[in-house]
């Protein structure tokens, strides 16, 4: 067991790749897995720490990052996700261009689908999840980013799909993803010019929920990230999870089918007992206790 810094005072975590609870760091882990204690259990992170390579998406990495996914899919006592950097002023670098360069064009193809299937994952875990950008978010980088429900980037931190500037185009999600969250035109901008916005330019074309500025140990977006994290602990669990479920689905069909898709989603909510909670304690004028069923 280890402490984060000031951001961890209530953080205890456990650290491993799929491992057993309370399994020590590997020697060498590029990604490491923490859930928190006390007042913020249910909170868990997914750290990376690629220091020598700016947490580029390596195949190490890359694969590490599957098997955090999968580790924390199926924990139910989990209910947020905050994705972090342990890398100071960087969240994720994007690709291993060095890495890459050694590559025929099949393994080129093989690698950016799987790398695509990630993001695909990182969308699909059921309990929202918040990226906390204190750095450099870039191509690869902010796909990931995008593929949380939720951003918050220090004002100082860099972000853009530069692919362009590469002889690219992103191939991780992005020309889906950006496009829906700050809109066509915007997402066309971005990428054509390959340009790197700060964390304010970020707010104001809704690209990132919260910007603040940065602190003197450089991780002021995770602090804003683990506030907004506690924010969402005390509200019901199977809501919040249908919840996400109904827009994430119904932001994909037209409004009618969408609303189809709401209806089911309630439905699954109806028989819980976190719903005969909340209409008890609203009689009783006290705070709910949610068990997540």
């Excluded at 362009?164 to 889906?176: E, K, N, S, V, Y």
């Excluded at 390959?194 to 919260?210: F, P």
Aim: charged share 25%; hydrophobic share 45%.
């Amino acid at each position: 067991m280890m402490r984060l810094g000031r951001a961890g005072r209530e953080l205890l975590l456990r650290w491993g790749r799929g491992g057993p609870p309370a399994a020590a760091p590997r020697r060498g882990a590029e990604v490491l897995v923490g859930t928190a204690g006390g007042e913020s259990s249910g909170i868990a992170e997914i750290l990376m720490s690629r220091p020598h390579a700016r947490n580029s998406l390596g195949k190490v990495f890359v694969a590490e990052l599957f098997s955090a996914l999968e580790q924390l899919r199926f924990d139910e006592q989990v209910r947020v996700v905050v994705f972090r950097s342990q890398v100071k002023g960087v969240f994720c670098a994007g690709a291993d261009l060095k890495e890459r360069a050694q590559m025929d064009d099949a393994e080129v193809g093989h690698f950016v689908k799987r790398l695509r299937n990630l993001m695909d994952e990182i969308a699909a875990l059921p309990v929202p999840t918040i990226a906390a950008i204190d750095g450099y978010a870039l191509g690869g980088g902010l796909e990931l980013a995008l593929a949380c429900d939720l951003r918050v980037a220090a004002s100082s931190a860099k972000m853009g799909l530069i692919e362009t500037t590469r002889g690219l185009l992103p191939g991780a999600g992005g020309t889906q993803r950006l496009p829906r969250v700050v809109g066509i035109g915007l997402a066309k901008e971005l990428i054509f010019t390959g340009r790197q916005i700060d964390g304010e330019e970020a707010l104001s074309m809704g690209l990132v929920n919260h910007t603040v500025p940065q602190n003197s140990e450089g991780d002021a977006a995770y602090q804003r990230a683990l506030a907004l994290a506690k924010e969402i602990l005390p509200q019901a669990p199977f809501a919040v999870k249908m919840g996400k479920l109904a827009i994430n689905r119904g932001m994909e069909v037209d409004i009618a089918s969408g609303m189809a898709i709401e209806g089911m989603c309630y439905a699954q909510n109806i028989p819980t007992r976190d719903r005969q909670e909340g209409m008890a304690a609203f009689r009783e004028k006290r705070p709910p206790r949610f068990v997540g069923k």
